[in-house]
């Protein structure tokens, strides 16, 4: 039996040839799945990366803004449109995702368990970990 696995995406970057590269930022020119470019930004927020596209709901780290106010990340770390796709070393200059403060709270609990057979030890903690919900409002960059 013979498995075949491929992976199209590294392929697809590997295969492209750069359209620039200048101030440490390097541009490829990536066609799109259905015609027509899909926007997206990996961001770094709270010690974690994610990556976002515009009209998206999104659980980050907690930040310190009140509900209902605009935010700007400017940790850009690469971004993809109509023009290619832009990577930054570290970040991608002038990159920039705005997005609005929907709300704060508190994910579910998690159950820490410490437990040792026939030695009459057992402790139980808990904890929740606090959240910002945001709304990403653009990518521009």
């Given at each position: 039996m013979v498995f075949y696995v491929s992976?199209?995406?590294a392929n697809l970057l590997l295969d492209s040839e750069p359209l620039s590269c200048k101030n440490d930022t390097f541009n490829f020119k990536k066609p799109s799945a259905r015609g027509f470019p899909i926007m997206y930004a990996v961001?770094?927020?709270g010690g974690k990366q994610y990556r976002v596209?515009?009209?998206e709901y999104l659980k980050v780290?907690?930040?310190?803004?009140?509900a209902g106010e605009q935010i700007e990340f400017d940790k850009?770390?690469?971004?993809q449109n109509d023009a290619g796709i832009t990577f930054g070393k570290p970040f991608v200059e002038g990159g920039k995702v705005t997005a609005t403060i929907r709300s704060h709270?508190?994910?579910k609990k998690v159950h820490i368990i410490k437990f040792r057979r026939?030695?009459?030890?057992?402790?139980?903690?808990g904890h929740r970990q606090n959240y910002t919900e945001i709304e990403i409002t653009g990518i521009s960059g």
């Open positions: 992976q199209p995406s961001i770094q927020t596209k515009e009209g780290e907690t930040l310190p803004v009140e850009v770390l690469l971004i709270g508190r994910h026939r030695k009459h030890y057992m402790k139980k903690q």
